[in-house]
């Protein structure tokens, strides 16, 4: 452990073997056992009362004026993510992101009391920008010369623009052919130096974590505690959109389980500030082609196991999650349930959250899937209070919407007509849109 003097009050702590680090490291894991890396906050002197209208205080008129960490969702809830100046922090802002009540996408659910927590309103289009905020403050603090991740896409194009903004020079690992050009756009717009890799994620992740080690390269996958730290602001902007009331249920898409730990480990902290008096359970939904996490779950994590991925779910298609340990003491302290759902059942709930106006990218929509299948069995009861979170905008992959089917051979959804450049043919369009 450095013997620097700890100026933020946090403790980081392997998960693993106990060993302690300072809090300017630049470490993602353990240096001596290779463990994954737990930030205890430092827990402020104030009551529960007390601390909820110190949050509250901070959603006004007067933060919309102030500097980026002042307006971000993120750093809102400093004290418990890392207590440290506004001239220290990197910040679009973040966060604020809306919580939507849907009529029709709650029916295709069967719940009838289901809301939408849209993290594709970030300023890059998906939750990675909570996460990624804090670790590139993180990487400033500690003086990084150069930033890397592996990614499906979302990751990568947050670091980009994280890292253009902290003058940072960013590298970041994509599988060769399989991210779509959206998200490829992004982060080669941004500024990041893309390398395009002969593998999948899973090989992408490894080849970053070996530049990590041997190469001095700062890692911001979601193995490094300091994601964690941003994204479960998502729980505790929730929590306070319900007025500190807890909902029953909150679901969300499951690839490399960050939000999965995340979430637990912001539940935990809320109980026991006392900011919450019962503890939702999570359910973490998988598309079934990249479902190691499910299969564990079924088996009572008995061990951890690995697949192939395959999935029109890119952002979701990784077959040995990092964050696997964090997600289990998750799932296990929330009582939450894992489950996979097809493609065809992710695509379905994808058009139905796209015609009501609301949009995400296919991964997003497991959660919904998730939530019907849930019902469908049993497990979550209709009248039960669910949030489902949708972690990517729309237009993330806008392959998927233009096709000329959905990938199961069915004609794809609204999908663009051609016609001569006559009123006569804009009428029968008309007319069959009435019938339909």
């Known amino acids: 452990m450095s013997d620097n003097i700890n100026k933020t009050g946090i403790t980081i702590k392997c998960a693993a073997c106990g060993e302690k680090f300072n809090d300017l490291t630049a470490l993602a894991t353990c240096s ?38 002042g307006r971000s969702g993120v750093w809102r809830f400093r004290e418990l993510v890392l207590p440290i100046s506004d001239a220290d922090i990197v910040s679009h802002p973040e966060g604020n992101t809306p919580l939507l009540d849907r009529p029709v996408i709650s029916k295709f659910a069967g719940v009838k009391d289901l809301l939408i927590k849209h993290e594709g309103f970030n300023p890059s289009g998906s939750f990675k920008d909570r996460g990624m905020t804090v670790a590139v403050t993180q990487a400033k603090r500690c003086g990084a010369t150069a930033i890397a991740c592996a990614s499906t896409g979302n990751t990568s194009s947050s670091l980009a623009a994280y890292g253009a903004q902290a003058g940072i020079p960013a590298l970041v690992m994509v599988p060769a052919g399989r991210i779509t050009m959206g998200k490829l756009a992004q982060t080669v717009a941004y500024g990041a130096r893309t390398l395009l890799v002969r593998g999948d994620f899973d090989d992408c992740l490894r080849l970053v974590r070996e530049s990590s080690e041997k190469l001095g390269v700062y890692l911001a996958n ?111 302290f929330t009582n939450g349930v894992v489950t996979s759902v097809s493609d065809e059942q992710i695509m379905q709930a994808k058009q139905v959250i796209d015609s009501s106006g609301v949009g995400c990218e296919p991964a997003s929509a497991a959660s919904v899937a998730g939530v019907r299948e849930l019902v469908a069995r049993g497990i979550i009861a209709p009248h039960e209070r669910v949030v489902a979170m949708l972690t990517g905008h729309i237009l993330k992959d806008p392959e998927k919407l233009l096709n000329t089917n959905d990938g199961h051979g069915h004609p794809a959804a609204n999908a663009p007509i051609e016609i001569d450049a006559t009123l006569s043919a804009v009428e029968r369009v008309l007319q069959n849109a009435t019938k339909a």
Do not use: Y
């Not at 402020?44 to 509250?56: M, R």
């Open 222 to 332: 979601s193995l490094n505690p300091f994601r964690i730290e941003g994204q479960k602001t998502i729980m505790f902007e929730l929590l306070q959109q319900l007025a500190w009331q807890s909902p029953d249920w909150v679901a969300l898409p499951a690839g490399n389980l960050g939000n999965t730990s995340a979430f637990g480990k912001a539940l935990r902290e809320a109980h026991g500030l006392g900011l919450i008096k019962r503890i939702p359970r999570l359910l973490s939904v998988q598309a079934s082609g990249a479902a190691p996490f499910a299969h564990d779950f079924a088996n009572n994590f008995a061990k951890r196991t690995s697949v192939r991925a395959e999935t029109i779910a890119t952002a979701i298609r990784i077959g040995d999650p990092a964050s696997w340990d964090r997600a289990v003491a998750a799932i296990r």
């Open 32 to 69: 001596k056992c290779g463990g994954l890396l737990d930030i205890t906050p430092a827990m402020p002197a104030l009551c529960s009362e007390e601390l909820q209208n110190l949050f509250d205080s901070r959603v006004s008129i007067a933060t919309m004026r102030g500097s980026a960490a």
